[in-house]
């Protein structure tokens, strides 16, 4: 058993700062890294691109970032573990085995985790009495069947311990948890077992930590935001874990931003719903139970996180078609810019309403006034308001007319129109989010070790 590990973060979303995995393997010393690519909308989006060509569905950035950083984790031993595979990770191990080809690398083995997609399998798994219901609105996910994109199990740390097990140095997932990435290492590495629930809670929290990337680490700071140094440089953060389940947050010296007990705070509210009851497909982590430290010079200890038993029961996130929506803007400047918006919005619902047609719903927004606070913002007088108008329906052709109404504005409407934001808005596909849960025992995962 090792007396310790570095478990660093590559990547908080899909289209994250590119050159951060470059940073983490190469300004510094870590064991793993690890990537998160997936997020509810992701797996929609790649699934469509594997309907179109069956050989994408991957988060084909990780093949770019992997012709960077092959060399590193080859010569410094470095594991890389991803769920960049999306929907297709089989497509997305055999572009890095061309990298390594192209790059002359031999001896690496590549983990794949498959069983999560479960698309295939809806009609089967409904027959055979898994209902599958909304986990809000309790509808099952039989009424939208037909129109479902994508269905994902968030399956969890095991069956990257087993690739772990098998030699794999680099490990591609679906829709393994962002908190799995993390939490696996650290099982691997200091022989945790299946009902050690609170060392399972520490590394759940650990990946929690990890899985937004420069967020735990300066980025987003809502806090003195304007102390942060070097920002351009922002280090992403590292997990140096320990056997009884306590770790530090840092970053590689050098790199910018902060690692404090403010901006690990604040990573740790992210998204977490119960704080007493945080469910992965691992463990229940209580947040409440979580102990800071800071130590200085970007070190924050965590430390006293309790756990319970998982649930009987994987989350699916499947998404489905549901109508088209399209949005444009026109910017309006002073004097009076607020109120020419207003008038603005005013004269093209009626225009909308004398053409007959309808919408599912239609908003509107005064970017720079209440955009991002709504009607609680101060009502100034600013210099300029961008009026943002959105309609969602099921019919395309009402949509579509809709989108030739909002250039005419121009001249037929208030004055002062800046800045025209793009022309004609185009309908685009609305994606519906779908949570259900699911029998653990219906899923079935898989893992691949193949070596080049």
Same mark, same amino acid.
């Given at each position: 058993?090792?007396?310790?590990?570095?478990?660093?973060?590559?990547?908080?979303?899909?289209?994250?700062?590119?050159?951060?995995?470059?940073?983490?393997?190469?300004?510094?010393?870590?064991?793993?890294?690890?990537?998160?690519?997936?997020?509810?909308?992701?797996?929609?989006?790649?699934?469509?691109?594997?309907?179109?060509?069956?050989?994408?569905?991957?988060?084909?950035?990780?093949?770019?970032?992997?012709?960077?950083?092959?060399?590193?984790?080859?010569?410094?031993?470095? #594991?890389?573990?991803?769920?960049?595979?999306?929907?297709?990770?089989?497509?997305?191990?055999?572009?890095?085995?061309?990298?390594?080809?192209?790059?002359?690398?031999?001896?690496?083995?590549?983990?794949?985790?498959?069983?999560?997609?479960?698309?295939?399998?809806?009609?089967?798994?409904?027959?055979?009495?898994?209902?599958?219901?909304?986990?809000?609105?309790?509808?099952?996910?039989?009424?939208?069947?037909?129109?479902?994109?994508?269905?994902?199990?968030?399956?969890?740390?095991?069956?990257? +311990?087993?690739?772990?097990?098998?030699?794999?140095?680099?490990?591609?997932?679906?829709? #393994?948890?962002?908190?799995?990435?993390?939490?696996?290492?650290?099982?691997?590495?200091?022989?945790?077992?299946?009902?050690?629930?609170?060392?399972?809670?520490? =590394?759940?929290?650990?990946?929690?930590?990890?899985?937004?990337?420069?967020?735990?680490?300066?980025?987003?700071?809502?806090?003195?935001?304007?102390?942060?140094?070097?920002?351009?440089?922002? =280090?992403?953060?590292?997990?140096?874990?320990?056997?009884?389940?306590?770790?530090?947050?840092?970053?590689?010296?050098?790199? =910018?931003?902060?690692?404090?007990?403010?901006?690990?705070?604040?990573?740790?509210?992210?998204?977490?719903?119960?704080?007493?009851?945080?469910?992965?497909?691992?463990?229940?982590?209580?947040?409440?139970?979580?102990?800071?430290?800071?130590?200085?010079?970007?070190?924050?200890? +965590?430390?006293?996180?309790?756990?319970?038993?998982?649930?009987?029961?994987?989350? +699916?996130?499947?998404?489905?078609?549901? =109508?088209?929506?399209?949005?444009?803007?026109?910017?309006?400047?002073?004097?009076?810019?607020?109120?020419?918006?207003?008038?603005?919005?005013?004269?093209?619902?009626?225009?909308?309403?004398?053409?007959?047609?309808?919408?599912?719903?239609?908003?509107?927004?005064?970017?720079?006034?209440?955009?991002?606070?709504?009607?609680?913002?101060?009502?100034?007088?600013?210099?300029?308001?961008?009026?943002?108008?959105?309609?969602?329906?099921?019919?395309?052709?009402?949509?579509?007319?809709?989108?030739?109404?909002?250039?005419?504005?121009?001249?037929?409407?208030?004055?002062?129109?800046?800045?025209?934001?793009?022309?004609?808005?185009?309908?685009?596909?609305?994606?519906?989010?779908?949570?259900?849960?699911?029998?653990?025992?219906?899923?079935?995962?898989?893992?691949?070790?193949?070596?080049?």
């Amino acid at each position: 058993m090792k007396s310790s590990i570095r478990i660093a973060s590559g990547q908080g979303f899909w289209g994250d700062l590119q050159s951060a995995p470059l940073q983490q393997v190469s300004r510094g010393p870590i064991d793993y890294l690890v990537m998160d690519y997936l997020a509810e909308v992701t797996m929609s989006i790649l699934q469509k691109q594997r309907m179109r060509n069956p050989d994408l569905g991957y988060a084909r950035d990780l093949v770019d970032v992997c012709e960077e950083i092959l060399p590193y984790l080859v010569e410094r031993g470095i #594991t890389l573990i991803t769920n960049g595979g999306g929907v297709n990770p089989i497509a997305a191990r055999d572009r890095i085995f061309e990298v390594a080809r192209k790059l002359g690398v031999k001896g690496l083995k590549i983990g794949v985790v498959t069983g999560d997609d479960i698309l295939p399998r809806i009609s089967e798994l409904v027959d055979e009495g898994h209902e599958l219901r909304h986990m809000e609105t309790n509808e099952p996910i039989a009424s939208v069947k037909d129109r479902l994109l994508s269905a994902n199990v968030y399956t969890g740390a095991w069956p990257l +311990v087993e690739a772990l097990r098998q030699g794999a140095q680099i490990i591609i997932t679906g829709r #393994t948890t962002d908190t799995g990435l993390t939490l696996a290492p650290m099982i691997h590495e200091f022989g945790w077992g299946e009902q050690d629930w609170d060392l399972l809670a520490a =590394g759940t929290v650990a990946g929690h930590i990890n899985e937004c990337g420069a967020q735990a680490s300066g980025g987003n700071f809502l806090g003195d935001w304007r102390s942060l140094k070097n920002m351009h440089d922002v =280090g992403f953060p590292i997990i140096e874990a320990y056997p009884d389940g306590s770790f530090v947050v840092t970053k590689h010296e050098g790199t =910018g931003g902060a690692v404090t007990r403010e901006t690990v705070s604040e990573q740790l509210m992210y998204e977490i719903g119960d704080p007493t009851m945080y469910i992965t497909p691992d463990c229940i982590a209580d947040f409440s139970s979580i102990h800071l430290e800071d130590l200085g010079n970007d070190r924050v200890r +965590v430390y006293g996180i309790t756990g319970k038993p998982y649930t009987p029961s994987y989350k +699916v996130s499947a998404s489905y078609l549901d =109508g088209f929506v399209a949005f444009g803007s026109l910017t309006y400047s002073a004097p009076d810019a607020y109120e020419k918006a207003q008038a603005a919005d005013a004269i093209l619902r009626k225009r909308l309403e004398m053409l007959g047609l309808s919408f599912d719903e239609i908003r509107t927004e005064y970017v720079g006034l209440n955009a991002c606070h709504g009607p609680i913002a101060k009502q100034i007088e600013p210099n300029e308001v961008m009026m943002r108008i959105g309609v969602r329906g099921h019919d395309k052709s009402a949509i579509e007319r809709f989108s030739k109404e909002l250039a005419p504005l121009i001249l037929t409407g208030p004055p002062s129109v800046t800045g025209f934001s793009g022309g004609r808005p185009k309908p685009s596909d609305v994606v519906a989010y779908f949570p259900a849960l699911l029998d653990k025992r219906v899923v079935e995962m898989h893992v691949q070790v193949d070596e080049i």
